[in-house]
């Protein structure tokens, strides 16, 4: 099992150093079976079988790649008691190897310990077997890599990157700890910092997974797509069931204009981590992007499924319904997605007008008002704010609101002469000469809405259908009072 860690991209998961330590696992055990803790000078020669006093690694190892971490480190345990000095004997012997970690054990066998126990998240049992091997040899580069990645599991990033510059000037050719620091120069924001670490990671094992993999993010944050993508295309080598290379080989692949090509790289990586939300949301904006709406909107779905509180699930769910005209469902992802963040400015105005367009006057007065703190200057929200109040015959409160925005109205506009009119409805003739001198056919085909609207709360329905259906046949285009002309004759009409 290769090394795999990520970092870059914050949507997708943050896979510490801890996982650094998989393949570390596998490189002590087949250390141990040939004779030597990875690290040393030399190496024994591979055996042609297993000897018998060895047989015990090889179990290990085999529960290490079955990722059975405690039945690994029960078997470690064993061997521990098993090499404890006879009593009177010498600490620096035990099981007739060196100890060197001043616990009367090989030293071999407490780093995997160590790394065992953080792989199983007993992170105080490892630190204390760590600390048992630095308190004999302060040196001791292994060592040193577990405390520094438990020192960032604690959040001491600091302290976590002093440590790995230790051992990487104990042992300049660590490729854990060079690709740690350029793991954390990157998610720091220091892309040539990374760059020079991840570079001389390779240097010091060509096939590191992380160091591949953080180099082609970083030409991916640059847009050099053509570098990007053939670093990703390495990473995929090296590693082709770690699902999130997928998805920036994908961005990559993409900006080349192979979208294709992306969709594939998308879809392995869902194959890889089903329940992954991203993955999802990654190639369902890409199907957006490829006018494959259908297939988009599936993906946003399974993508809400898998995380009812997913908010861009639901905004592309309610953009998508809105746009397609299927209102109900729209309202609900909008009212999903407020849920979720009541303060995202985008949503107020569909909602104000779903609202509207089902008659919930109150709640469309309410977003009416939300969407013009989004749009300050934009003063036809208030307007429907006071219709909608009206509506809902909360008259009061419709004179209130309609009194205060006049008062922020610039006095020249059409808003203020429409506001003047419904404060003073008698007057509609006064504002049929100032609608006539108007020669933004658009302005006119607006005002007449509001004034419908309010015929429509005086009752006079004959009134009001006649001038939504001169809005509605308008030749101005889709605009905000025109759809809700079209719904309030459709809602007269009884075909709501």
Same mark, same amino acid.
């Given at each position: 099992?290769?090394?795999?860690?990520?970092?870059?991209?914050?949507?997708?998961?943050?896979?510490?150093?801890?996982?650094?330590?998989?393949?570390?696992?596998?490189?002590?055990?087949?250390?141990?079976?040939?004779?030597?803790?990875?690290?040393?000078?030399?190496?024994?020669?591979?055996?042609?079988?297993?000897?018998?006093?060895?047989?015990?690694?090889?179990?290990?190892?085999?529960?290490?790649?079955?990722?059975?971490?405690?039945?690994?480190?029960?078997?470690?345990?064993?061997?521990?008691?098993?090499?404890?000095?006879?009593?009177?004997?010498?600490?620096?012997?035990?099981?007739?190897?060196?100890?060197?970690?001043?616990?009367?054990?090989?030293?071999?066998?407490?780093?995997?310990?160590?790394?065992?126990?953080?792989?199983?998240?007993?992170?105080?049992?490892?630190?204390?077997?760590?600390?048992?091997?630095?308190?004999?040899?302060?040196?001791?580069?292994?060592?040193?890599?577990?405390?520094?990645?438990?020192?960032?599991?604690?959040?001491?990033?600091?302290?976590?990157?002093?440590?790995?510059?230790?051992?990487?000037?104990?042992?300049?050719?660590?490729?854990?700890?060079?690709?740690?620091?350029?793991?954390?120069?990157?998610?720091?924001?220091?892309?040539?910092?990374?760059?020079?670490?991840?570079?001389?990671?390779?240097?010091?094992?060509?096939?590191?997974?992380?160091?591949?993999?953080?180099?082609?993010?970083?030409?991916?944050?640059?847009?050099?797509?053509?570098?990007?993508?053939?670093?990703?295309? /390495? !990473? *995929?080598?090296?590693? =082709?069931? &770690?699902?999130?290379? %997928?998805? +920036?080989?994908? @961005?990559?692949?993409? $900006?080349? #204009?192979?979208?294709?090509?992306?969709?594939?790289?998308?879809? /392995? !990586? *869902?194959?890889?981590? =089903?329940? &992954?939300?991203?993955? %999802?949301? +990654?190639?369902? @904006?890409?199907?957006? $992007?490829? #006018?494959?709406?259908?297939?988009?909107?599936?993906?946003?779905? /399974? !993508?809400?499924?898998?995380?009812?509180?997913?908010?861009?699930? %639901?905004?592309?769910?309610?953009?998508?319904?809105?746009?397609?005209?299927?209102?109900?469902?729209?309202?609900?992802?909008?009212? /999903?997605?407020?849920?979720?963040?009541?303060?995202?400015?985008?949503? %107020?105005?569909?909602?104000?007008?779903?609202?509207?367009?089902?008659?919930?006057?109150?709640?469309?007065?309410?977003?009416?008002?939300?969407?013009?703190?989004?749009?300050?200057?934009?003063?036809?929200?208030?307007?429907?704010?006071?219709?909608?109040?009206?509506?809902?015959?909360?008259?009061?409160?419709?004179?209130?609101?309609?009194?205060?925005?006049?008062?922020?109205?610039?006095?020249?506009?059409?808003?203020?002469?429409?506001?003047?009119?419904?404060?003073?409805?008698?007057?509609?003739?006064?504002?049929?000469?100032?609608?006539?001198?108007?020669?933004?056919?658009?302005?006119?085909?607006?005002?007449?809405?509001?004034?419908?609207?309010?015929?429509?709360?005086?009752?006079?329905?004959?009134?009001?259908?006649?001038?939504?259906?001169?809005?509605?046949?308008?030749?101005?285009?889709?605009?905000?009072?025109?759809?809700?002309?079209?719904?309030?004759?459709?809602?007269?009409?009884?075909?709501?």
């Amino acid at each position: 099992m290769s090394r795999s860690s990520q970092a870059g991209k914050p949507s997708a998961p943050t896979l510490g150093p801890t996982l650094l330590l998989v393949a570390a696992l596998t490189v002590i055990l087949t250390a141990a079976l040939l004779g030597g803790c990875a690290g040393m000078a030399e190496r024994e020669r591979v055996p042609e079988t297993v000897p018998e006093e060895r047989t015990l690694y090889e179990q290990i190892r085999l529960h290490v790649e079955r990722l059975e971490l405690e039945e690994a480190i029960a078997k470690v345990e064993e061997a521990l008691a098993e090499s404890q000095p006879a009593s009177g004997e010498a600490a620096e012997t035990a099981a007739g190897q060196p100890a060197g970690d001043g616990g009367g054990f090989p030293l071999e066998m407490r780093l995997l310990y160590a790394r065992l126990l953080l792989q199983a998240e007993r992170c105080n049992e490892a630190r204390r077997q760590v600390m048992l091997i630095l308190d004999r040899r302060p040196d001791q580069s292994e060592a040193l890599f577990i405390l520094a990645v438990l020192e960032g599991r604690d959040g001491n990033t600091e302290r976590q990157r002093e440590l790995l510059e230790r051992v990487v000037a104990l042992d300049p050719d660590h490729a854990d700890a060079l690709s740690a620091l350029g793991r954390l120069s990157l998610e720091g924001g220091d892309l040539d910092g990374a760059e020079r670490w991840f570079s001389r990671t390779l240097e010091a094992d060509p096939r590191d997974f992380p160091a591949t993999l953080g180099l082609g993010r970083i030409h991916l944050a640059r847009k050099n797509y053509e570098q990007a993508l053939s670093m990703l295309d /390495r !990473a *995929v080598s090296i590693e =082709p069931e &770690y699902p999130f290379v %997928y998805p +920036d080989r994908a @961005r990559a692949k993409a $900006r080349l #204009g192979r979208s294709g090509d992306a969709v594939a790289d998308y879809s /392995r !990586a *869902v194959e890889l981590a =089903p329940d &992954y939300v991203w993955n %999802y949301l +990654d190639r369902g @904006r890409l199907y957006l $992007r490829m #006018g494959l709406k259908d297939k988009a909107e599936g993906d946003f779905t /399974r !993508a809400a499924q898998i995380d009812r509180d997913n908010f861009l699930a %639901y905004v592309y769910l309610a953009g998508l319904t809105y746009e397609q005209e299927r209102w109900k469902e729209s309202l609900e992802h909008y009212r /999903r997605v407020v849920a979720l963040r009541e303060d995202y400015p985008h949503a %107020y105005k569909p909602l104000a007008v779903l609202n509207y367009r089902f008659g919930h006057w109150r709640e469309a007065a309410r977003w009416f008002s939300r969407a013009r703190e989004a749009e300050p200057r934009n003063f036809a929200y208030p307007l429907m704010a006071v219709l909608a109040l009206r509506r809902a015959d909360a008259h009061e409160q419709a004179e209130r609101a309609l009194e205060s925005a006049m008062r922020e109205m610039p006095r020249e506009s059409w808003w203020y002469e429409v506001a003047r009119y419904l404060l003073h409805p008698q007057y509609e003739s006064s504002l049929f000469s100032m609608q006539s001198r108007r020669r933004d056919r658009l302005i006119r085909s607006k005002m007449s809405f509001y004034v419908a609207t309010q015929h429509l709360v005086e009752e006079h329905r004959r009134t009001a259908a006649a001038m939504f259906t001169e809005v509605v046949h308008s030749d101005t285009g889709m605009y905000m009072e025109k759809r809700l002309a079209a719904w309030e004759l459709q809602r007269m009409e009884g075909k709501r």
